[in-house]
């Protein structure tokens, strides 16, 4: 007899919906977990603690940039960094401990410490106290999400060169800050520290920012941020950092199609070029469980591993590094288990980039569509033509709708512009009812609220935006 009908190892957006969704499904449950809190990276030191520094910054600029422009009358605010990252921690706190509840409410037992297989079936448990016990069960689901990737030349030391684990806990506002990569993680953090008052250099190899989402889209984020005074070198690569004194480096640049270098000076570097699978120390071997070169678990369309019983999710698996992904696989994992029909959608994966103005995408690109061939129609609508985005001051951007040119049918949707996170829900439920941008047309939106961009660019789609 096994201790349990699943096992999961790793308790972050996957791993604890999936343990919570088994738990729900009548199957005696554990979730091992070794940071000493539930929920994750996501949770402990990225998506939650970067959107609490996100959320505060932006509300920094806002007063000592914005008000006035209203009739709101305030002297300078001044910032008080130990109290803005007391305010994240503390959130943070919160949420972790309401994941405990949910496991307490749900039945789950909580093992902490590092998991690792003995065989497929067999789970040691290497405990705080550096204590092991083991753990058997009928299946197992790995979940053990990803860490920082790095590049030749860079030595993450956490202090001056640092990942995003770390600069979201820096004790100080850089003076000049260099981010290595242009993707997401890069340009959030480097918007809070920007907004804080450092010095942003971005420094992107390929020759846009933001990789994988639209490209006209991303032609106007790189503008926008230029704008507010980010330094942007695309089609560049870093080929050395090294210390120059106590507390400052100096980071080699060229040309990534070569040519002549400079060197950058700065106090901190942001290393953020992606993450890669984390799966040392699983022993996946002992279980026999195949994984690729770059370290993800194989599996096939049902989360299911080549060995029976073992099944993986999230970002230890192939496709977007993203929390909500996760989550539709814990529980659609956990409905497999159970006997029921688990289904992803992988077609409708939003995407957010928390900047301001933040960015969302679902679904196919320009780029995409052209390269399969696909004969499409677009219809866009600016902010600046929505009165609840004048009102609020916020009237950069466009909502951009693709639709297919013989169906109407809804094959993506792109914004860039204010609450874009929240905007794209709209997007991702029409694709997965199969809607005709003419539906999102017909459909009645209050006024005034930013929604109504959807509606007009799904207008536009047919030529016949009213509003602008």
Not at 190 to 204: D, F, I, P
Not at 423 to 437: G, H, K, N, Q, R
Request: proline share 3%.
């Amino acid at each position: 007899m096994s201790d349990y009908d699943v096992v999961v190892i790793g308790g972050g957006p996957g791993g604890y919906v999936a343990a919570i969704r088994a738990a729900q499904n009548g199957l005696k449950t554990a979730c091992i977990e070794g940071r000493g809190t539930l929920g994750g990276t996501c949770l402990n030191v990225g998506c939650i603690p970067s959107k609490a520094l996100l959320h505060a910054s932006e509300q920094f600029e806002t007063a000592n940039h914005g008000f006035a422009k209203m009739g709101l009358k305030v002297d300078k605010v001044d910032l008080d960094l130990p109290t803005m990252m007391a305010y994240k921690d503390e959130t943070v706190k919160g949420l972790t401990r309401g994941v405990e509840g949910l496991f307490k409410k749900n039945k789950v037992d909580y093992l902490k410490g590092w998991g690792s297989f003995k065989d497929k079936n067999t789970i040691e448990v290497k405990g705080e106290d550096g204590k092991t016990t083991t753990v058997t069960a009928k299946n197992v689901i790995i979940a053990t999400g990803s860490v920082p990737a790095s590049i030749p030349g860079v030595e993450i030391d956490e202090k001056r060169v640092v990942s995003s684990d770390t600069a979201i806990a820096l004790s100080e506002v850089p003076k000049h800050l260099v981010v290595i990569g242009g993707g997401v993680i890069g340009l959030e953090l480097g918007s809070v520290w920007l907004r804080l008052g450092a010095k942003v250099t971005v420094v992107e190899f390929l020759d846009r920012i933001v990789p994988g989402v639209d490209g006209e889209v991303a032609k106007e984020f790189d503008k926008i941020l230029r704008k507010q005074g980010m330094e942007i070198k695309t089609g560049t690569k870093v080929t050395k950092v090294e210390a120059a004194g106590k507390k400052g480096l100096k980071v080699s640049i060229e040309p990534a199609k070569g040519g002549d270098g400079e060197t950058l000076e700065a106090d901190y570097v942001l290393v953020s070029v992606g993450r890669k699978a984390y799966t040392g120390g699983l022993g996946a071997d002992k279980a026999g469980v195949e994984v690729t070169e770059r370290g993800l678990v194989k599996t096939d369309d049902h989360w299911r591993t080549n060995v029976e019983g073992v099944y993986a999710i999230g970002d230890v698996i192939a496709g977007p590094m993203l929390a909500h992904k996760a989550e539709e696989e814990g529980v659609a994992v956990a409905d497999v288990i159970a006997g029921k029909v688990g289904h992803v959608n992988y077609n409708a994966i939003p995407s957010v980039v928390y900047t301001t103005p933040e960015v969302a995408g679902v679904g196919q690109t320009e780029e995409m569509l052209k390269e399969a061939g696909v004969d499409y129609k677009v219809g866009k609508f600016p902010f600046m033509a929505n009165a609840k985005a004048k009102v609020g001051l916020h009237p950069e951007g466009f909502v951009k709708i693709l639709s297919d040119a013989k169906t109407d049918r809804v094959l993506g949707v792109h914004i860039i512009g204010s609450s874009a996170d929240n905007l794209i829900a709209e997007a991702v439920l029409a694709m997965e009812f199969d809607a005709s941008a003419e539906d999102i047309a017909l459909t009645c939106h209050a006024h005034p609220t930013l929604s109504e961009t959807m509606k007009e660019a799904a207008l536009a789609v047919a030529g016949r935006a009213i509003h602008f």
